[in-house]
């Protein structure tokens, strides 16, 4: 099955088969990320790791897989880059709601919607802002780990281009400072892409 057609089938009715095969293909990223976002916030338990997976299933199911139905593929690792920020909003919302109940407050931040991903600043200096600029950091951090110095500016700034700022291949492919084809564009973010889930899925012990 296509990822395209295993989206659209789990989106539409919920095939159960469909959703199998997402777990099989997709468990292993979404528990990767779960631990590496949860640890930024201490030392979490592997029960508090084992729900805060099952809740990402349940965020893609609510509102009648509305987040599964919505997306787009721009290329083959396009999903694996959303499907990460989703992990990452489930376990931030989490743990910002432990804190808040903590504080007495017993109001709960509103959680960043993944449209607002890519917004340069949603709420200037808000805890919720700095969090995302702390987990975009760190992103861009494993991207650097893996580029050579002659890759890293312009490599880098088309990822970004198109990941947090919403532009197009062809659209990034006209700027001066890149001069790549639409297709260069779109390997250099495919590339980046599976760079970067690949670096989310080693243990923080295996990296170099």
Same mark, same amino acid.
């Given at each position: 099955?296509?990822?395209?057609?295993?989206?659209?089938?789990?989106?539409?009715?919920? +095939?159960?088969?469909?959703?199998?095969? $997402?777990?099989?293909? $997709? #468990?292993?990223?979404? *528990?990767?990320?779960?631990?590496?976002? *949860?640890?930024?916030?201490?030392?979490?338990?592997?029960?508090?790791?084992?729900? =805060?997976?099952?809740?990402? /299933?349940?965020?893609?199911?609510? +509102?009648?897989?509305? =987040?599964?139905?919505?997306?787009?593929?721009? #290329?083959?690792?396009?999903?694996?880059? /959303?499907?990460?920020?989703?992990?990452?909003?489930?376990?931030?919302?989490? $743990?910002? *709601?432990? #804190?808040? &109940?903590?504080?007495?407050?017993?109001?709960?931040?509103?959680?960043?919607?993944?449209?607002?991903? &890519?917004?340069?600043?949603?709420?200037?200096?808000?805890?919720?802002?700095?969090?995302?600029?702390?987990?975009?950091?760190?992103?861009?951090?494993?991207?650097?780990?893996?580029?050579?110095?002659?890759?890293?500016?312009?490599?880098?700034?088309?990822?970004?281009?198109? /990941?947090? /700022?919403?532009?197009?291949?062809? *659209?990034?492919?006209?700027?001066?400072?890149?001069?790549?084809?639409?297709?260069?564009?779109?390997?250099?973010?495919?590339?980046?892409?599976?760079?970067?889930?690949?670096?989310?899925?080693?243990?923080?012990?295996?990296?170099?």
């Amino acid at each position: 099955m296509s990822l395209e057609e295993l989206i659209q089938r789990c989106a539409e009715n919920g +095939d159960e088969a469909a959703w199998e095969e $997402f777990v099989q293909r $997709f #468990h292993k990223l979404i *528990a990767a990320v779960t631990l590496r976002t *949860a640890r930024r916030w201490g030392n979490p338990v592997p029960a508090t790791i084992d729900d =805060l997976v099952q809740e990402t /299933y349940l965020k893609l199911c609510r +509102d009648r897989r509305r =987040l599964l139905s919505e997306f787009r593929a721009h #290329h083959p690792d396009a999903f694996q880059g /959303y499907l990460s920020v989703v992990t990452a909003n489930v376990v931030h919302d989490h $743990f910002r *709601a432990l #804190h808040s &109940q903590k504080r007495g407050s017993g109001e709960l931040e509103e959680s960043l919607d993944e449209s607002e991903a &890519q917004d340069d600043a949603p709420r200037a200096g808000s805890p919720q802002d700095m969090e995302r600029n702390l987990l975009l950091g760190e992103l861009d951090g494993l991207l650097c780990s893996g580029l050579s110095e002659t890759e890293r500016k312009r490599d880098r700034t088309i990822f970004w281009l198109y /990941y947090r /700022y919403g532009l197009t291949a062809p *659209a990034i492919s006209r700027l001066p400072s890149v001069s790549l084809t639409v297709k260069g564009v779109e390997s250099v973010i495919h590339r980046l892409t599976r760079l970067l889930s690949e670096r989310l899925l080693e243990g923080p012990g295996t990296r170099t």
